[in-house]
């Protein structure tokens, strides 16, 4: 209906006082110049909503939502795994020492799942090993993912990491189908 705001005030004014033409008339003029000061402030508002939702921001203002959550982008980590990292901060915070945060940072890192896998042996009941595993791997520093489940684990469990990625494949071999799985173990 208005591109302008001036315009829009200028409307609501009665008729008496848009008598003549617009170059002329005092209102419009004054409307018109108060109109392009709240056409901005306008558009620095919309601008801010953006600029502050997570989902919405530009590359330029993540890094300011990860200074914020204590979270810098890591290296060679993509615009959108850092941004679903960063959205995924409260819910990995709130579910610590659960399995589920494990599940909810395999995904932030941009794994498909995770699954722990506790020690056989009742004198190590604190120990546990953690796999990691499909997707889209976004980071393999084993560093970084370690010093993210310390943050989450438990206080008293020690945690073993392992990577691994899945291949499903069906192989015909004399007349009978096999899956196979491929697994890379690591110690760190």
């Known amino acids: 209906m208005f591109d302008r705001f001036g315009d829009y005030m200028y409307s609501l004014l009665p ?22 000061q ?19 921001a530009s590359a330029a203002m993540l890094p300011v939502h990860g200074a914020d959550r204590e979270m810098p982008r890591l290296a060679g980590e993509s615009i959108d795994g850092y941004r679903r990292r960063l959205i995924m ?16 940072l395999a995904q932030a890192f941009g794994y498909a799942g995770a699954e722990k896998e506790r020690s ?13 595993y499909g997707g889209q791997i976004v980071l393999e520093n084993r560093d970084l993912l370690f010093a993210e489940l310390k943050l989450v ?36």
Request: hydrophobic share 45%; aromatic share 10%.
């Open 15 to 36: 008729s008496p006082l848009k008598k003549g033409k617009e170059s002329a008339n005092q209102f419009y003029l004054f409307f018109a110049v108060i109109g392009r």
């Open 38 to 56: 709240f056409d901005q402030v306008k558009t620095a508002i919309l601008r801010l909503r953006q600029e502050a939702n997570i989902l919405t």
């Open 89 to 104: 901060k409260r819910q990995i915070a709130q579910a610590g020492g659960t399995d589920q945060a494990f599940a909810y």
């Open 120 to 132: 056989a042996d009742p004198a190590k009941w604190a120990e546990l090993t953690l796999r990691l």
């Open 153 to 188: 684990k438990a206080a008293g469990a020690k945690i073993d990491l392992r990577t691994e990625q899945r291949f499903e494949a069906i192989i015909y071999v004399a007349g009978c189908m096999q899956r196979a799985k491929f697994v890379e173990i690591r110690q760190g």
